[in-house]
């Protein structure tokens, strides 16, 4: 495994344009077009309350995550796409600690996120830092395709 880098992307910096660029043509190759936020990425990344965190590899995108918190009680993961060749090789995971420790630094009581039940990998990866299956939601992708809504509550006394 290449050692990769979890950086924050910051409006503004020198290397925005190309991170965004990258981003942008991994969510196109991930996620279905109706799944894809690549339309409207810009606007996604303008809402002051969302962060963007992605791996970086000698200069390269190799993933990236989205977070949000919507109220003071419940932020949410919206995004969390690795490049395909980069698979299985931690990335995803660091970037969902980066992301679960940006959201406890806000202070909410909950993290969600919504992950198609076809996908084992992203599933494991989930229970493993400690998400729970909160229910099985009836097409929400498309009318043939479900989510399970997964929760990671934060304990007060940590």
């Not at 109706?34 to 990344?45: I, N, Y």
């Not at 076809?118 to 493993?128: E, P």
């Given at each position: 495994?290449?050692?990769?880098?979890?950086?924050?992307?910051?409006?503004?910096?020198?290397?925005w344009a190309k991170v965004v660029e990258d981003i942008v043509k991994l969510e196109k190759k991930t996620f279905?077009?109706?799944?894809?936020?690549?339309?409207?990425?810009?606007?996604?990344?303008?809402?002051?309350?969302a962060g963007l965190l992605y791996v970086d590899v000698d200069g390269e995108t190799m993933g990236y995550a989205m977070y949000s918190w919507p109220s003071s009680l419940c932020a949410s993961i919206t995004k969390l796409a690795v490049k395909e060749n980069c698979r299985?090789?931690?990335?995803?995971?660091?970037?969902?600690?980066?992301?679960?420790?940006?959201?406890?630094?806000?202070?909410?009581?909950?993290?969600?996120?919504?992950?198609?039940p076809?996908?084992?990998?992203?599933?494991?990866?989930?229970?493993?830092l400690g998400f729970q299956v909160d229910c099985l939601v009836k097409s929400y992708y498309s009318a043939d395709r479900d989510a399970y809504r997964m929760y990671l509550d934060f304990d007060d006394s940590v």
């Open positions: 495994m290449e050692k990769g880098v979890v950086m924050e992307l910051i409006r503004g910096s020198t290397n279905p077009k109706h799944e894809s936020l690549a339309q409207t990425f810009d606007g996604e990344l303008r809402k002051r309350n299985r090789q931690g990335h995803g995971e660091a970037l969902l600690r980066a992301a679960i420790d940006k959201c406890r630094s806000r202070k909410v009581q909950r993290v969600s996120l919504h992950v198609d076809t996908r084992s990998a992203a599933v494991n990866l989930y229970k493993k």
